[in-house]
């Protein structure tokens, strides 16, 4: 069984923080790694997304991946309000599926 | 949400009848997918798509079945629904060279009383 695992949380962080997501994945056949946002009553959105180890950078997110650690995670720098949400970690092992986290919620406290 | 549509957005049905859920995009992307998200579950895949009359099974496809006679639709039905079907669905889609980046429609809540 593939799986994705993640913190539920719920994890608090002070406005300007930053907000540090972490996951890991069982399957080291994994060759792709998203980060979706998910709002309450909202469907998922996709923001990040990650394919090689190291860094990538898309405003104030950062992604990262360590393959040999099957670890990856999501930063939020200068946090605000508007990023409480849950934060879905998913993982592809190339055949087009995608295996999600149960989740991290996120709460950004004024 | 990436020209995909699913209906019904809210459903209340009652023990064994069947149900059929649609979703409808027009992207043309050949991929799609049918999820379920509970609480303390994440998304879970039910069934996906990879081509017109090409289907296959994902880790929760029992009492569910699919249908995709067109590019642009995905019909997701449950025979004779029962109380543990009460879900939100979701429908993805993707295309292939895309590094399997999904995007979802806005879901269907589903109660089975």
């Known amino acids: 069984q593939k799986e994705v695992e993640q913190n539920s949380g719920p994890l608090s962080v002070p406005e300007g923080a930053i907000a540090s997501l972490n996951c890991t994945y069982s399957d080291r056949g994994s060759q792709s790694f998203f980060w979706y946002r998910q709002y309450s009553g909202k469907s998922p959105e996709l923001i990040m997304s990650?394919?090689?180890?190291g860094d990538k950078e898309d405003g104030r997110f950062t992604a990262q991946l360590n393959k040999a650690s099957q670890y990856v995670s999501l930063l939020i720098r200068d946090s605000q309000p508007s990023d409480s949400a849950t934060y879905l970690c998913?993982?592809?092992?190339?055949?087009?599926?995608?295996?999600f986290g149960q989740g991290t919620r996120l709460t950004i406290n004024p | 949400d990436a020209g995909i549509t699913q209906s019904p957005r809210h459903k209340v049905t009652e023990t064994g009848t069947p149900v059929t859920l649609r979703c409808h995009q027009t992207e043309n992307h050949r991929y799609m997918y049918w999820y379920r998200q509970d609480p303390g579950h994440g998304l879970r895949l039910i069934h996906y798509s990879y081509g017109v009359k090409d289907t296959d099974k994902g880790e929760v496809s029992d009492g569910y079945s699919v249908s995709r006679s067109k590019t642009e639709d995905f019909l997701l039905t449950l025979e004779s629904a029962t109380s543990s079907q009460t879900s939100v669905y979701f429908c993805?889609?993707?295309?292939?060279?895309?590094?399997?980046?999904?995007?979802f429609g806005q879901g269907t809540r589903l109660t089975v009383v």
């Open positions: 990650i394919y090689s180890n």
């Open positions: 998913a993982a592809s092992d190339g055949a087009q599926k995608l295996v």
């Open positions: 993805a889609i993707s295309e292939p060279g895309g590094g399997t980046e999904a995007f």
